[in-house]
Structure formats: structure tokens, C-alpha cells
């Protein structure tokens, strides 16, 4: 049964965090892994304790001496049809402890949480241009892509892509195994190639390379290809980088991810 009590819980080495101080040092964390530095990007101990006793999570990594290097939070949600889950705002790792599987560690003390809540699906968005951050949230974890949304955050270039976690589908997260791509390279960014059953589609493994004009257009295109490929029911189900220029993401008809 779902409770409200902030008892710890520990997952891979991460635990729920407790304390005011906890709190504290997770919000400078986050600040500092993102570079915020502006007031409206700042979390605060009250936020993260009333999220933690009222449906959501707010856990925590920490090394051998007790030092904070990484942080997740997320909130009890549903979407317009109903459907309720547990959203993972955040996820953040000190760049000395980065590469390590923090992050993983963290996603897990988050499902751990969430199955307490008695939330059976945990949702999170990414940059769909980011590669690394699309083969660990597809190929790592296990996550679906269910929908593109444009400008998530109210303003431009914040793009994002809605993925979905089934929590009861395994007690730990297991590596999706691909088909070989096809040959694609930057005159396919952007674009759907159907092949082995599925279709693929490829984006930039460096974006920060295009100018912001550049950037805009593929994402114009990322969108209309993303959103065609989830209206016929597809959803995403890894990706995989091909060479120093190009990522592919699979997609496939939801009734074959099983």
C-alpha cells in the first residue's frame, strides 16, 4: 500500500533522502551539474520535502565519505486521458562521478519508490537530439518513446521526448538488442527509413555543431517524422550511434516491444 512516510529506502547504493541538509545539498547539485545559476531555476529544501511525503521521490548517491554526487526527483502525474504514472523531472550526477552508472542507480531508487506509491509506470522527457541521453533512456533502461512534445518548457529550443517506463517489467533494467541500421549519414537527419520491419531515424551525434537556424529546422523535421511515426502507433524503442556523425533512433509498432 502506498504511504506517506519518507522512510529510506536503499537501491544500488542510492537511498531516499531525509534530512533537511540532504535536501539542501541536492538542490546545489542540481544547480550546479546544469549551470543554473537563475532564481527560476532553482529547487529548494521545501519543494523536495513535500514532493517526498506526498507521491514523489527525491533520492539520492552518495560516496564512501558521505559526499552527495548524485540526485533524482520526480512527482506523482497523469495525462489528459487519465493515465497516472510517477514523472522523473531530474536526474543529476557530479561530472567527476559521471560514466559510472550513477544514473542508473538513481533511475532504480526512483522505480523503487514509485512501486511504493503503488505508480506501476514511471514518464520523463530528453532532448531527442541528445544521442547518449536516447540510448540510455531506450537501449540502457528499457523505456518506450510515446510522444514528441515541442518547446516543453515554454520557450524555444526546448524540444523534448516523452518516454514511458513500464516499472513491473523487470526488477532491473535489460539492454534491448537492435537489428543492424542501415548505412544513414546527415542528408537522412531527421528523417524516417523504413527497413527490417521497423523504421529508423537518424539525427546529428554532435548538435552543439549546428548553428541555431540549422538546429531549428532539424528539429521542425525530428518532430513532424516523431509525431507521424506515434500517431500510426509506433513508439520508440532504442537507439544506437552509427559513426562520428550520425545516431539512428528504431522505432517499431508498440505491439511488437513486448
Known amino acids: 500500500m502506498p504511504h506517506s512516510s519518507m522512510a529510506a529506502g536503499v537501491a544500488h547504493g542510492c537511498r531516499e ?8 545539498e541536492a538542490a546545489a547539485l542540481y544547480a550546479r551539474v546544469f549551470a543554473y545559476t537563475e532564481n527560476e531555476y532553482a529547487l529548494n529544501a521545501n519543494l523536495l520535502t513535500a514532493l517526498a511525503r506526498n507521491g514523489g521521490s527525491a533520492v539520492g548517491a552518495f560516496a564512501d565519505d558521505g559526499e552527495l554526487i548524485g540526485f533524482a526527483y520526480g512527482f506523482a502525474g497523469c495525462d489528459t486521458t487519465g493515465a497516472s504514472f510517477h514523472y522523473s523531472q531530474a536526474a543529476a550526477v557530479d561530472a567527476a562521478h559521471q560514466g559510472r552508472g550513477v544514473g542508473q542507480a538513481l533511475k532504480l531508487a526512483q522505480r523503487a519508490v514509485a512501486l511504493r506509491w503503488g505508480q506501476r509506470t514511471m514518464r520523463w522527457t530528453f532532448d ?10 531506450l537501449s540502457s533502461l528499457g523505456a518506450v518513446g510515446i510522444a514528441y512534445e515541442r518547446d516543453y518548457y515554454a520557450r ?12 513491473d517489467a523487470a526488477d532491473r533494467p535489460t539492454r534491448r538488442s537492435l537489428p543492424v541500421p542501415p548505412v544513414l549519414g546527415p542528408d537522412d537527419w531527421g528523417r524516417a527509413v523504413a527497413a527490417d520491419g521497423g523504421t529508423w531515424i537518424a539525427i546529428p551525434t554532435r548538435p552543439g555543431a549546428l548553428d541555431a537556424e540549422e538546429r531549428a529546422v532539424l528539429r521542425r523535421d525530428l518532430e513532424r517524422t516523431m509525431t507521424a511515426a506515434f500517431r500510426r502507433g509506433d513508439v520508440l524503442v532504442g537507439a544506437t550511434r552509427l559513426d562520428d556523425e550520425t545516431a539512428v533512433y528504431r522505432a517499431t509498432p508498440r505491439e511488437g516491444t513486448a
Open 156 to 167: 524555444p529550443d526546448t524540444d523534448r521526448l516523452v518516454v514511458s517506463w513500464d516499472l
Open 128 to 137: 531527442p537530439l541528445l544521442s547518449r541521453n536516447a540510448h540510455f533512456n
Open 17 to 24: 533522502l531525509t534530512r533537511y541538509t540532504e535536501f539542501r
